[in-house]
């Protein structure tokens, strides 16, 4: 648990998103409500299929990194190299002792692509196979790849709470930090790369968009609207840097905002329903060992995937939690929903926002299903934000919450 509002900073920052590569392009497309929602065009998404997505124009890699290591690697780990990579040069980590680093993997099952073409590659010649396959098919090749490429000697580890698996990397990462075992831990919120099988069992449970809006994908992504239709997917990846203070100041790094309180909550529930208990408990947990109350929160980063059930569910826990009067818009109307990485690159919108005094517009809201919830509407508004609250819930029964504080220290 955290010990103090101003224990744990965040000090560096790296995501890689359809919307944009890197923290810059990323917030100038968040703000301008910029998308890259169409039909998904990766092999292996469609199979006489229409499927609707955000995917990555191109992926730009810096040139230090590790051409050896890249050609074996798979599009999650190469994303997860390109994003820590912007994280760890922000925080100034290069001169770092490499046993006091940690790396949290935010994240399961996250290839099912580029398994299910090599199974389809070499179903009826598996004798040529290549032998990296026993390794690389693992989700614990990101690790080893990032581990390996950025010296990190601590400890490292992959979590999955499927679409919480972000936020579950943070709350790992930030109690490592807090016990000591690490002084520096790295959360990542890996990319879950679907295959058209993930797609049609998405859309067969209710939780994945139909084809109602194949011929306009730009209003296919709707959460909290009445017309929303469902999840619309879309690559994402994000990484934070969590320390103690003075261990930033030591080094000379800035920090973005501190995290004073947190909560993760099972349902007892493997079905993919959401639960307003759950979600009340955690947003309630969160509040309290931050030391706030709601009034405190001056925005907040929901779920809100655009699916029936989970945001109706969501305003309802926000509403009896008290929650209505603190600004709320939807990162995954622009991003699209990441899945294994949502919770991440939800909470690095939050803290690039924080940063601007600004809050993105959320795409698509035309008909609030709440109209008494402080709305950020179809465009960017200006507004200082000192406290917000990030939420992620995932398919299990799995519910947290991130409180961040805005913190006055800068170099």
């Known amino acids: 648990m955290g010990q103090g509002p101003s224990e744990l ?69 190469h994303m997860a190299l390109v994003t820590l990579d912007e994280a760890w040069q922000e925080a100034k980590l290069y001169d770092t002792a490499a046993d006091r680093v940690g790396l949290i993997v935010g994240g399961s099952n996250i290839q099912q692509r580029e398994l299910l073409q090599t199974y389809e590659a070499y179903r009826d010649r598996s004798h040529y196979l290549s032998p990296t396959y026993a390794f690389s098919f693992m989700d614990s090749d990101v690790c080893a790849l990032c581990t390996e490429q950025f010296g990190i000697h601590g ?15 943070v709350i790992q990462a930030s109690q490592a930090v807090l016990s000591g075992q690490v002084d520096i831990c790295i959360a990542l919120g890996a990319l879950t790369d679907i295959s058209y099988m993930e797609c049609q069992a998405f859309r067969a449970l209710g939780a994945m968009g139909t084809d109602r809006y194949v011929d306009q994908p730009a209003l296919a992504s709707r959460p909290f609207d009445k017309k929303r239709d469902g999840f619309i997917y879309g690559e994402n990846c994000g990484a934070v840097v969590i320390e103690r203070r003075e261990t930033a100041m030591k080094r000379g790094a800035e920090s973005y905002a501190s995290i004073p309180g947190w909560a993760w909550e099972m349902d007892g529930n493997r079905n993919p329903n959401p639960s307003y208990e759950g979600e009340v408990h955690v947003i309630r947990g969160a509040l309290e060992q931050a030391g706030l109350s709601p009034d405190d929160i001056d925005y907040v980063n929901p779920h809100g995937t655009g699916s029936l059930l989970g945001d109706e ?17 939807a990162t995954k109307s622009i991003t699209g929903h990441g899945l294994s990485a ?70």
């Not at 309802?316 to 929650?323: N, R, S, V």
């Not at 949502?342 to 299903?369: D, F, K, W």
């Open 155 to 169: 400890l490292a580890c992959t979590v999955g709470g499927a679409s919480a698996s972000g936020q579950l990397a």
């Open 342 to 411: 949502a919770g991440m690159v939800e909470m690095i919108a939050t803290l690039l926002q924080m940063r601007e005094s600004r809050l993105h517009p959320t795409r698509n809201l035309y008909e609030p299903m709440d109209e008494s919830f402080h709305w950020v509407g179809n465009e960017a508004i200006s507004t200082s934000i000192r406290h917000a609250l990030n939420l992620s819930i995932g398919f299990g029964g799995i519910n947290t919450a991130v409180c961040l504080k805005k913190d006055a220290y800068h170099l």
């Open 9 to 77: 900073l965040i000090t560096g920052l790296g995501v890689t998103s359809a919307i944009g590569q890197g923290k810059t392009a990323f917030s100038s497309a968040l703000m301008q409500g910029k998308h890259a929602f169409g039909i998904m065009k990766r092999p292996g998404r469609q199979k006489g299929t229409t499927f609707l997505g955000a995917e990555i124009d191109e992926l730009s890699t810096p040139d230090h990194l590790s051409k050896k290591q890249l050609r074996t690697a798979s599009f999650s780990s």
């Open 313 to 329: 569910t969501e305003l309802h826990a926000l509403a009896d939690c008290g929650l209505t009067y603190a600004y709320i818009n």
